[in-house]
């Protein structure tokens, strides 16, 4: 498929790596009962080395979210301010003896980073790259007892990151038993070679994996069922001859009336591939699917399933805020609700590619994703970073995240690298032809791009290799009026936008007056402020990007732009730009750390959805007669009237661009109320109350039931509220939790980006009025009873089930 095109179709019907459990092929969690040292220890790869003294845990594990903050760390404040080193994993385990005949495998989702694995004794090998997945085949190695797999992590050569990262096996390990002829790692790949309402041609290829010498015929399946179980269409082809040590197979079916998946109605089907050897069953593959088509056109823009829509995505760090790099599912899932309630429809995994969990998520729950490889090639961003790797591993680490990810519907759009700085030299244009290359060679149904920051197309030698099929533009929002006239024919998408700067819960005045913190990236930075804080206005910004509202002024705008991502949905760990120590996590996001939302939240809300919005803001508690911007964001409505203590203040509608309205109100205590109204009739109100002291606590989680699992989160907010249950704005209490029952407390955070205190604690000061416990089930069922207390104020507690 030509991909140089202004208008492209792609078509794609999903079949991802997860696979079902048969008595042909096992899959089963690998995390359990390992055992972890922090430090280098030589003699631990050999199975006779006594760990006992080892810390005993389950992955996934991130030992530096357990360390201390201190500008000191070799990670320096750009990589979080935590600790990195060296570790080492052990695990003791024995095989089945249903497992006898079996290849056995263990499969790593990421190890951050330079892992080593052994397998009593023997070296299985070395992965370089933190973020990707890999897996070794362990059967030769094995005994009939006792086994050993041991795994050293190297995560101290340092600055390695403009982020954080994490160090350890922070993603999941599973351990694979199949037959001798079986479906090969991430060797099934479905395409659509058309899609419409009333049909869709599937494409099926699969890989057979088996030894040398092997002789027999193979037969092979494939079945698609529907979400209720329901067999949809089958197809067969049998006497296949075994040839060398793999056998690619080709299929094809057409499925009338398609239900398709979209981002409002994610539906998935499910497809189960049957290999048999001889007309004995040697292997069973099971898989979600989901059928969809999209285009991208140089005028029109972005559409899906034949439907226009702009692409209103964020760009994603992998850190889980006081969770770490370690994976779970379930604050996952959190994130991504937070941001559908929003209005947001995209994730940019920036800047490498994510746990294969988050694109699970994001084929059920609606998300477009733009999947991310590399944040640099060979030319360096830190002295220690991946572009030491980079000339032995980019192939096989590129191959290996599109042949995992491929068939996962979510993913739209292939990225091979953002900012890289071969942009600015002609080693770009042949590194850029070979990455792309790498791509197409295995998947031709979604377009490559990369975030690109050079905009004279004359001195960007990426660009010039001609192989790009999107333009992915960083920041430079006043491009894209004239980029159908510099770049005829060409398809613009804004890759990464904005970089806002924005604390929760904390303005300055005047409010209309826009600031760049920093000013230019040369000179240092001395405005701000006592509090390492930020205006929440949505008034400040990076020198290099935009405000929300300027940014996404010229998006609306604009038909030719596809969409955006915005830098960055939720704040993250490390580059706590523009100030220094103690800031150690950033302000860019729409969602603070802690999972909070910023007021700019509901900016996109009001723009993204179709719900109601009306939010009314600052917070109503400032000294006497001082002058207050008050500020509301509102949809669906044709005006905002807002009063004081019951007085009118009058009454406000966005005009032309405008997407807020303001009013200047000399404060007074008491009660600000929001009218929004259309054809004169109320659509919402909302009220904002000046707050007495600090009196009780208030605890609300976000989920009472868990799963007895050792894995489910509730995140319990907390609030700081007066007598009256007004939450009070300037609260900084330290709260003590203290958890009863079977399960534990994760993590604190209050979503501060300048706090050291630890994020492995049972005890928290509130950020204007609220912090965050996090609870994780464990494997007991039971009653979990949270009970937080503060000084001097009245204590609450929250009940959760575990079954």
Known sequence: MMLRKSLFLFLLLYIGGQVAYSQTRVRQEFNQDWRFFLGDEPTAKSPEFNDEGWRKLALPHDWSIEGKFDEKHPAKPEGGGLPTGLGWYRKSFTLPSAWKKKNIYVEFDGVYKNSEVWINGQLLGKRPYGYISFRYELTKYLKSGRNVIAVRVDNSAQPDSRWYSGSGIYRNVWLTA????????WGTFVSTPSVSQSAATLSFKTQIKYQQGLKGKVDIQSQVYDAGGKLILA????NLQLRDTLLEVSQSATMNNPILWSVDQPHLYK????????????????????IRYFNFDAAKGFSLNGTPMKILGVCMHHDLGALGSAINVRAME??????????????????????????????RMGFLVMDEAFDMWKKKKNSKDYHLNFPEW???????????????????LWSIGNEIREQFDSTGVALTKELVKIVKDLDTTRPVLSGLTETDSTKNFMY????????????????????????PGKILLGTETTSSLDTRGFYEMPSDSIRRWPKDGKTKFKEGNAEFAASAYDNVSAYWGSTHEETWKEVKKYDHVSGLFVWTGFDYLGEPLPYPWPARSSYFGIVDLAGFPKDAYYLYQSEWTNKPVLHLFPHWNWTAGKKVDVWAYYNNADEVELFLNGKSLGTRSKKGEELHVVWQVNYQPGVLKAVSKKNGQVVLVKEIQTAGKPAKIELLADRSELSADGKDLSFITVRILDEKGVVVPNADNLVQFKLEGEGTIAGVDNGFQASLEPFKADYRKAFHGLCLAIVQSKVKAGELKLIATSVGLKEASVLIKVK
């Open 178 to 185: 199949t037959e001798k002829v079986a479906i090969d790692h």
């Open 235 to 238: 197809v067969r082809k049998d």
């Open 271 to 290: 497809v189960v591939t049957r290999i048999f050897v001889n007309k004995k069953l040697s292997d069973t593959y099971e898989t979600p699917l989901g």
């Open 334 to 363: 959190r994130q991504l609700e937070i941001l559908k309630e929003m209005g947001c429809n995209a994730i940019r995994t920036a800047h490498n590619p994510p746990a294969p969990e988050l694109l699970d998520l994001c084929d």
């Open 394 to 412: 980019h192939t096989a680490d590129l191959q290996a995240m599109v042949k995992r990810d491929r068939n996962h519907p979510s993913i739209i």
């Open 464 to 487: 010039q290799a001609g192989v790009l099929d999107i333009y992915g533009l960083n920041y430079n929002h006043k491009l894209y009026k004239d980029f159908p006239k510099n770049y």
